[in-house]
């Protein structure tokens, strides 16, 4: 995966914080249709919902990791690089927790026709969801950091300052960049089915979008 630019990282922003303003419109005008007597049109109008949440969801999860490696690169000291990792591993944590309550949802509304896709395609992303995990030691790091450093300050400040060494063991471009192959796909592949674009190809593309 190539390294972008500042202006690459501008550029993608400002698209999808247009797509996010749109999306919010269209959540608006589904939302009268959820209360249609017809239940048909309104199964719809909530399957058709929960697809754009999902990807908003996604969307505001990786412009979010988009800002994080800017200020990555931007960072001047230790203590801003370690300001900004942290954030970079709250996003991941409230990322993968969200994922999966979306993943369970969007199972739910898939045709029977698509359901061995989805199932294949949900289990590739799980296993690069895994593979970060395990690479950055995620499920023992994560709740140190979460819980004592970033949504909470630990008042016992050794304990707060020892998730400093924590991160300092890991080179932040390999935290985002690994993350990434979980949302990029992720992302494509949820903008496609907002879109009720799936086809056979979108496997293959989302992985390399």
């Known amino acids: 995966m190539k390294i972008m630019t500042f202006k690459e990282v501008d550029e993608k922003i400002n698209h999808y914080e247009i797509e ?3 999306c919010v419109d269209e959540i608006a005008q589904t939302e009268l249709f959820l209360e249609n007597d017809n239940d048909e ?3 719809l109008a909530k399957a058709h919902k929960l697809k754009v949440e999902f990807f908003c969801f996604v969307t505001t999860s990786y412009i979010d990791w988009l800002c994080v490696y800017r200020n990555l690169q931007r960072s001047k ?3 801003e690089n370690y300001y900004n990792i942290k954030i970079a591993y709250l996003i ?3 990322t993968i927790n969200t994922y999966y309550k979306f993943k369970g949802e969007i199972y739910k509304t898939v045709k029977k ?3 061995q896709f989805f199932h294949t395609f949900f289990d590739m992303l799980n296993r690069e ?4 995990k395990y690479e950055f030691d995620y499920d023992e790091i994560m709740p140190k950091i979460r819980n004592k450093s970033v949504a909470h300050y630990d008042r016992n400040f050794l304990e707060y300052y020892s998730t400093f060494s924590l991160i300092e063991e890991y080179s932040h ?6 993350f990434l192959y979980f949302l990029n796909p992720l992302h494509y592949f949820t903008y496609a089915l907002m ?3 799936i086809d056979k190809f979108l496997y293959l593309n989302s992985w390399m979008s």
């Open 129 to 132: 969801l895994a593979e970060f």
């Open 113 to 115: 026709d698509y359901e």
């Open 77 to 79: 000291s230790e203590w």
């Open 41 to 43: 049109v309104k199964n």
């Open 173 to 178: 471009k390999d935290i985002i960049r690994s």
């Open 20 to 22: 996010l303003k749109k």
């Open 92 to 94: 991941a944590y409230e």
């Open 195 to 197: 879109n009720d674009e």
